[in-house]
């Protein structure tokens, strides 16, 4: 359990790098940023974002299950702990904005260049909160169209990050269940692809670095769980080659 936790605290800590410090570095979010960039944000944020984040899901899941090349009672088994664990994770989100609700940076703005006062806005049902967004962005200049329609997609409350805590549980899954397999590349896009996500939300108006921080650290504690049940039920994380040479240094130590 300590190799794991360590294993996981060490990719944790690479993803916390980018919004620790844009947090300590005092970034405001402001819209009106290139078009180009943002689309290209906006479609990484969409590999997380329904109906695509299933799809997500289920291809690493395969890819996983590909990489750990366990029998079948073990895949399933993994595959169910897989999916629990990001589960897992979406429920205590849910759970967590429902008690802090924390606006959104771009409801913020709304209330500043708008004045639409933010506790206004979260007493309307969600799809009014979406045709008010929509109403008072028609003619915004400075917003892209494709980002209106996300944000009136996205009227709930920000803290914490849902989109970050889906990609870092996967970031740090493969740490945690990949690295004994010395599949450093997996880990190296995933790692790259979940920082992207996290910096998208961000640049997107969705979310402030401390929502993408403590989702990091929820996802952290989650996987180390979910790994360390993983290698209790579906056996060594190891190849068997190796295992082996583990097994005859220890008897030539004894």
């Not at 169910?80 to 967590?96: C, D, N, P």
């Not at 004045?115 to 962005?137: C, I, M, S, W």
């Not at 944000?151 to 945690?176: D, N």
Request: aromatic share 12%; glycine share 8%.
């Amino acid at each position: 359990m300590l190799n794991i936790a360590r294993r996981t605290a060490v990719g944790a800590g690479i993803l916390l790098i980018m919004p620790a410090a844009v947090w300590i570095s005092g970034w405001q979010w402001q819209p009106g940023a290139n078009s180009g960039w943002l689309k290209a944000l906006f479609w990484i944020t969409e590999t997380v974002t329904q109906p695509w984040g299933i799809i997500t899901h289920t291809l690493l899941c395969g890819w996983f299950l590909w990489c750990l090349r366990f029998r079948l009672r073990a895949a399933i088994m993994l595959f169910a702990i897989l999916g629990a664990a990001i589960l897992i994770g979406q429920g205590v989100k849910s759970w967590v904005k429902d008690r802090v609700q924390e606006p959104r940076p771009f409801v913020v703005w709304l209330e500043k260049t708008h004045h639409v006062p933010v506790t206004d806005f979260y007493n309307l049902k969600r799809k009014a909160r979406g045709e008010l967004v929509k109403e008072q962005l028609i003619e915004q200049q400075n917003v892209p169209p494709f980002l209106r329609k996300h944000w009136q997609k996205e009227t709930g409350f920000a803290f914490p990050s849902g989109h970050t805590m889906f990609a870092a549980s996967w970031a740090l899954l493969g740490v945690g269940l990949l690295w004994p397999r010395r599949r450093t590349l997996t880990i190296a896009v995933l790692l790259v692809w979940a920082t992207g996500v996290m910096g998208s939300r961000l640049l997107l108006g969705m979310h402030w670095p401390r929502d993408l921080i403590v989702a990091t650290l929820i996802a952290w504690l989650l996987v180390t769980l979910a790994t360390w049940l993983a290698q209790r039920v579906c056996g060594p994380l190891t190849p068997p080659a190796e295992e082996n040479r583990e097994i005859a240094n220890r008897e030539e130590e004894s």
